[in-house]
């Protein structure tokens, strides 16, 4: 079915009217009254129309109803991509929107052969515009992605890292593959995120719903449903998970307790008598729990007494 972007129609409209070179392009395409058309907003929201009346420059169409695109995918994505000479960056800037790519943004760098000044910028943004509506337009889009550019690599790359899940392409890379990369965020993740995912899907039904008079109040994520192939695959990578996290949390108490151990060897070296209490503490706490008995040596029994007292034991017991 024909599909035609339109920055014109609103919710609520009864009708649209096609001119300029959305009326050539229905022209081409032989269209007649009655036939059933598509109209998008360009911004998500597709509308079913049908071909009312057609004149010199301009269509007449009635809106059936309208409703989300089903073509659009859940999950938006920017794509940087370096200047490029000749036409290999509107060669990419088709192909991103025909993939699904939210935004396109170019940018400068040392290694780029094409150079472009403010001015040339300005004459090259609505032509890379113009090629991703077109794009979208043909492989069936309900979103026009938006084409920017940005003042350099470090910029890029500053604004890609801000992102949910950054992606750095590298030709030479030989272990983690893009599927890898990309299921690297748990469903553990976006559990603990769901106030951040309320807020963001009522900012999106909020923006869906500007002027149909219709107030968001509240949004909440309910439940996940995760499909019944990935539950043995999580549910390894979760045990994994957890193993690794008690690893890693004995191995941390470990290091602490060495270097309080460390501490206190260095507190003990020159206090004797602290040294004795410590002895006899350990003693006791031996046989706290089990409530046994603690026989102790005699050369081991002279650090609970200090030397006066272990001599006039001593001399008791020779007059005993």
């Not at 090629?131 to 550019?149: F, H, K, M, N, Y």
């Not at 900012?203 to 509240?218: M, S, T």
């Amino acid at each position: 079915m024909p599909r035609f972007f339109m920055n014109q129609i609103m919710p609520g409209d009864a009708s649209a009217v096609l001119t300029g070179e959305q009326a050539a392009h229905a022209r081409v395409l032989r269209l007649k009254p009655g036939e059933e058309i598509v109209l998008c907003d360009g911004q998500g929201t597709d509308y079913a129309a049908r071909v009312q009346e057609i004149t010199d420059g301009q269509i007449l169409c009635s809106i059936q109803s309208s409703g989300p695109s089903a073509s659009e995918p859940r999950v938006h994505c920017t794509v940087y991509m370096g200047f490029s000479k000749g036409d290999k960056l509107e060669h990419v800037i088709q192909k991103a929107t025909e993939l699904g790519a939210d935004r396109i943004a170019a940018f400068p760098s040392s290694r780029c052969v094409a150079k472009y000044d403010r001015k040339s910028l300005e004459k090259k943004l609505p032509r890379w515009q113009k090629i991703a509506a077109s794009a979208a337009e043909q492989s069936g889009r309900g979103r026009i992605p938006s084409v920017l550019t940005v003042n350099s690599y470090i910029e890029a790359v500053e604004r890609a890292a801000r992102s949910e899940l950054p992606l750095f392409p590298y030709e030479n890379e030989r272990t983690v593959s893009l599927r890898a990369a990309i299921g690297r965020a748990s469903l553990a993740e976006v559990a603990c995120r769901r106030d951040q995912l309320d807020a963001e899907l009522k900012e999106v039904l909020e923006a869906k719903l500007d002027g149909w008079g219709i107030d968001v109040i509240d949004v909440e994520v309910r439940d996940i449903v995760v499909p019944r192939e990935l539950q043995p695959a999580m549910a390894a990578a979760a045990v994994a998970a957890r193993e690794r996290d008690a690893r890693m949390t004995l191995a941390e108490a470990e290091a602490d307790i060495s270097d309080m151990l460390k501490d206190a060897s260095a507190s003990y070296a020159g206090d004797p008598e602290a040294m004795r209490l410590r002895t006899m503490h350990l003693a006791y706490e031996s046989v706290k729990q089990s409530g046994g008995t603690l026989v102790i040596p005699s050369a081991f029994s002279e650090g609970f007494t200090d030397p006066d007292t272990a001599e006039a034991l001593a001399k008791a017991a020779k007059q005993g």
